[in-house]
């Protein structure tokens, strides 16, 4: 490296792209560039890899899984200690997403067979002479691209259920985490040497661009909104299909009959952990007016005890600090308050805890996308209110409702894939549960059974068992048979509900 490299700021010399850790400009690894010729390469591999992994059946490639899930966790410190030099996030929080990665590995394996396998249908009485088959087939090779706020889980998310499924994947990582994407290759490939089923290919957005034109025949895109239009645009060109898991502006609802200090607790963590690089992290929070008070004291309390370099950690991309101060900056100019950090809280490469309150509606920090270790608390009337707050905005990823009587009723009400009662961010957690947004947040989902279904393509087959007795698809019926049908559509349907 030399003195004129920005700490954090990726930079591609003699074909390589070399990533620095953002806090201290240690490098972290240097991985070799592809150009559009090496990552047409690399699908061509993956097609013919992909043929030798579906060869080995639901059982075979189940093993294999779990036995990478294992190697996870034997090496869950080396790879949290990698992503830290990587993207400067602390190593316990690593750990926490290689939990999250294990728990959506495991899942996969153990239930792909069950979710997409080969099963009978019920027969239905007007075709009563024919059986239905539904099974769901792989469609070769996927493309995962990734981002590098969440290095690990997010490409296990869609690589395991599309490896699950029966597919080969090629994963681009982001630019600024290619070495613990490299890992994650490297680490399959010593338990699966025969074929290359997983491969990273680096580089930047073009490398990105290219693997949707490659002839991959889906693609998975974690990554940014306006990032993930491109992407779109791109695969629309050879009508390849898109899961697009974008960004959000999660919401905290906290209604009057809740724990507060739990909520606090949670509002803290869901906001600040990851330093708030958290696509499902909590940015706005709405306190019904009998609890706020107190729940704004308990979150100032427990938010100031976090310590920059320490719980919170750098911010991996540079450029996104400017964002972050121009949020603070836009929400004090507009009449919002500070009751924790604010003004100055953006000390590179680090931001220190902000609270704000009274921030108007209208704001950046309330509108868009922050990303960094910010919180708005917002008093509102009622839950009704807090709702239809909550959902005044173009997002739509996950949130959180804090309460008894009615938090379940509030969860169901939120615009959004998912939500946390009583807890934050939890939903991740859970290998069985489906992850996606809706509006600017994206669309289709990972994890869970949908996530499978997601890397999987539906195969309806029809077998006949017996002849005909209502022959309707032939031009052989007669007259006669034709009345026939209509009977038995009159006695089966006839009836008015
Ligand atoms: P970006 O959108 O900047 O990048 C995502 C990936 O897309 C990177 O690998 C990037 O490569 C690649 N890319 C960039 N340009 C193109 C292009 N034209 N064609 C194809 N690929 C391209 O997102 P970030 O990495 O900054 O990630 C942060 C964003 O991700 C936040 O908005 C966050 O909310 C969201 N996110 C969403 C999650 C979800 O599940 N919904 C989970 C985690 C994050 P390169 O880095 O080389 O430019």
Known sequence: ???????????IEDGHLISTNPASGAEAGRVPVADEKAVIAAVERAREAALWWQSLGWDGRKTRLLRWRTLLVERIQELAELAELESGKPVNDGIIEVTAAVEHLDWAAKNAKRVLGPRRMRTRLLLAEHVGHLEYQPYGVVGVIGPWNYPIVTPIGPISGALAAGNAVVFKPSEYTPVVGQWLADTFAEIVPEHP??????GLGDVGGALCRSGVQKVSFTGSTATGKKVMAACAENLVPVVIEAGGKDALIVDADADVAAAAEAAVWG??????????????????????????????????KLRTG????PITMPKQLDIIRDHIEDALAKGGRAVLGGAGAVQAPYVSPTVLVDVPAHSSEMREETFGPTLTITKVRDADEAVQKANDSPYGLGGAVFGKKDAIRIARRLRSGMVAVNGTLTFVGMGNLPFGGVGESGFGRIHGEDGLREFARAKAITVRRARSLLPAMTFERTPAQVQQIVKALRLLYGRKP
Do not use: W
Request: glycine share 10%; charged share 15%.
């Open 197 to 202: 089923v997983l491969q990273a290919v680096h």
């Open 310 to 313: 320490q719980e919170i950690g």
């Open 1 to 11: 490296m030399t003195a004129t490299h920005v700490p954090g700021l990726p930079v």
């Open 271 to 304: 906001s600040m952990t990851n330093a708030g690089q958290t696509c499902i992290g909590i940015e706005r929070v709405y306190a019904v007016e009998s609890v706020y008070d107190k729940f704004v004291d308990a979150v100032v309390e427990k938010a100031g």
